[in-house]
Structure formats: structure tokens, C-alpha cells
């Protein structure tokens, strides 16, 4: 875990903007923030009260400039990390940026590591651990959808669900507890009704949370989209096309793709996942082999598929077979390209579009068939959906000790065993808000922050 008591900084914006930041936090945030800075107005820093802006420069050693800043000052408590910190705020260059964190580490700062601010936030109670890792969310986010989710996230909604949970749980955990101090005497002080009624719906709540993983996965990662097909069907083309890049190698040539592609882009505001895989043939090329091999594995982890025919290369009835199976309990949607004749194009259907890679036409009826298979729903400010893969397995596991709760009860076990496998629940709860945590999960979770916030 790293010392809260040293005063940490680090550039927070990325070089060649306009403008730049270097954050400063700690005990003596101000104060060396104080050393390297001039104000015009000849008042320290020091004396400058909460959420104020001080405008003047940064002066090296030797008094030269390096470059006219504001410097915003925010004082312990009322900060992001809950210290005091300093914000300055200057013009983008790369140089003058690195400049002012070297002055910064001469006076007596140090260096930030990733995430380093918003692990402070959390250790100082500014933030729980699900709100903290939001954060992360919240700058990765690609779309509306996972814009939305994160700001949700980071509002607390999921905590508080978790939450109240939580201290249900606690309640009926200590009286069953109270009741073994009092074990020679046969009493209740834990009605097992009402415990039978809040299992219940505590499993119900955790398993709604879990099952919301999929379309939170998707709005985070992208939905995942495997292009497949045989060989010079087009299945590269169409990649460059939906990702508006020439992201695949084009080739006349058969077995060029010998490994999957994948990218991601933004349709109807839904992120997806496309995933442009080797072309299905019968084939002695080990290598070729191998890419068809892939192409299988990453039709059976995609929700959707899209399955790339033309005239011209038929499929015959072991690839189609295979396809087939291939796509059970997925969108399959038949993709027929080289359809180049534009006045030509037949009406989509629900599993069938017609289009032509090579010079675009059809790809909006396409993207619209996409949007509608990836379902995505419109997430309003209320709602609470799991992106986060820690946050499920920690809800799977808790939600397997709750019915481990419920069919105790119907058993009529002891109040000791029940007690532990509340307490496991609890537990499993805890280690998502980061009530119970330790310093590797910690680690983990911040090490892959930028550095800067």
C-alpha cells in the first residue's frame, strides 16, 4: 500500500493539448507547491482560502520562468483524495509539464503511481471501492451507454443496493449469534420465517445484480460480433467498412486472414466488438489450419454472428452445418455481399441483409440489424447494472452462500452454521464496496489506473 503521508504529484492531462495539469497531493501539497510558484499578486499560497485560483508562474531555482499558470488550491478534507492539493494548470507543452514535476520532485514531492489519487480518495473515505474503480470507467468510456453506467457507479447507487444488503444481513447474523449464548435455554431471537423471507429476496437482488453482467459486459467491452464465412467472401472488406479504418489486409488471394482481427466501434451509441476471423475452408496449411481452428473458438464467444456468403463461393454443406451449429442460442444474421448493383438490393429481413462491402451499400440496414440484436436497453440514472468482472464472481459467490442460507433453513440446521454462511455472504458483499479489502486486491485494482488520477 502506498504511504498516505507522502505529498505526491503528477501530469494529469496528456501532452500537446493547450493546456496541462500536474496534480499535487498530500500533507505538503501546498507548501511545495508554494516554493516553485510566484503570484502575481504576492500573497503565498498558504493564505489562499478553499477552491480558489492564484494566477502567476513557475520560477526554477534560479528565478527564471518556466511558464504562467493558475494554481488551483483545494484544502483537507474538501478534496478529490481528501488532503490538501494543489491543481496547475498550464500551457500543454510536454517539456514545461515534465519541467514543473521535476521542480516539484526537487522540492519534495514524489512521482505518482497509477491510480495513486483515487487510492487515496479511498483510503480517506471520499469514495467505496466500487465508486473508486468507476472512476477508471468513467475515462475508458467509449459510448454513451458506459458513460452512463459509470456515472451511475460513481453516484453510489450500486453501493447503497450492496449496502442495505449488507446490514440486513448483519442484523439476523447477531441475533442468531445472540441465540448461542443462550443455547441451553431453546430460545429464538431470530424469526426463522422472516430470515426464510429475507433469503429470499436477497438471493433474488444478488441474482438480478449478476445476470445484468451480460449487458453490462457488452456496454463496456463492446458486444461481441464474429465475422466468419469461407475464404473471399469479403469478410475483411466489411471489417474496414464497419470500422471506417483499413484495418484488415485485403487480398484476392484464399487463406490470407490466418489469424482474427479484432476492433471496436461505436453504432446507434452501443459499442461493438467485431471480431474478422480466417476464412472456413478444407485446408493442408497447418498455420491456415490453426486461423480456422481460432475462427470456431471466437464464433462461440461472440453474440452475434455474422455469417458472410456470396454467389460465387457457395458454402457447402459441412461448413454450413458447422455455421449453424456454431450459432445456436446467438444472432445469426446471413450477410450475402457482393450484391454491387445498389438498385439491386433486396429488403433486409430480421436474419438477412444484402450488401456490398466493396462499395458500402446495404451497411446501414446492416448497422440497424446489428443495434437491434445487441438489444442493448436505454439505462436511465436509477438504474444499477454490473460491469465490473470482480463485482461478479463477488456476487456469484455470495449469492451461493445465501442459498447455502436457504436450504439450512428448510433443513432446521443449527444457528452456528447459518451464522457462517451469512457471514460468508457478508463477506463476499464487502469485498465489492471495499469494506473488506486487502493490500493485493488494492494493488491490482489501482496498478492498472493512468497515472495522474
Known sequence: MTE????????????????????VSGPDAIRLTDSIFRSASKHPLASATPYSLCYGQI????????????????????????QDSTE?????????????????????????????????????????????????DLIASTSAASHRLAMNQMKGGFSRELRS?????????????????????????ADRSQLEQLALQIDQVIGRLADSFSTGDAIRNGVPVAIIGQTNTGK???????????????????GTTRDSIEDTTTIGGALFRFIDTAGIRQTSDTVESMGIERSYRKAREASIILWMTDEAHPADVETENKILELSEGKHLI??????????????????DVWISAKYGYGLQQLNDLLVKAAAIPQISDQDVIVTNMRHYESLVKAQECIRRVRQGLKDRISGDFLSQDIRQCIHHLSTITGDITTDDILGNIFSHFCIGK
Open 4 to 23: 498516505l503521508n507522502d505529498t505526491i504529484c503528477a501530469v494529469a492531462t496528456r501532452a500537446g493539448g493547450a493546456l496541462g495539469v500536474v496534480r
Open 59 to 82: 520560477v526554477d531555482g534560479d528565478g527564471a520562468v518556466v511558464d504562467d499558470v493558475l494554481v488551483s488550491v483545494f484544502r483537507a478534507p474538501h478534496s478529490f483524495t481528501g
Open 88 to 136: 496547475i494548470s498550464c500551457h500543454g507543452s510536454a517539456y514545461i509539464l515534465q519541467r514543473i514535476c521535476r521542480l516539484l520532485i526537487d522540492a519534495g514531492c514524489r512521482q505518482a503511481e497509477p491510480g495513486e489519487y483515487t487510492q487515496r480518495a479511498f483510503l480517506n473515505g471520499k469514495m467505496d471501492l466500487s465508486q473508486a474503480e468507476a472512476v477508471a
Open 165 to 189: 444488503l449488507r446490514d440486513q444481513l448483519l442484523q439476523f447474523t447477531s441475533l442468531i449469534e445472540l441465540e448461542l449464548d443462550f443455547s441451553e435455554e431453546d430460545v429464538e431471537f
Open 236 to 254: 475483411s472488406t466489411l471489417l474496414n467498412q464497419l470500422l471506417h479504418d483499413d484495418r484488415a489486409l485485403v487480398s484476392d488471394i484464399q
Open 334 to 351: 446471413r450477410v450475402h455481399n457482393k450484391c454491387d448493383d445498389a438498385s439491386a438490393l433486396p429488403q433486409p429481413t430480421d436474419t
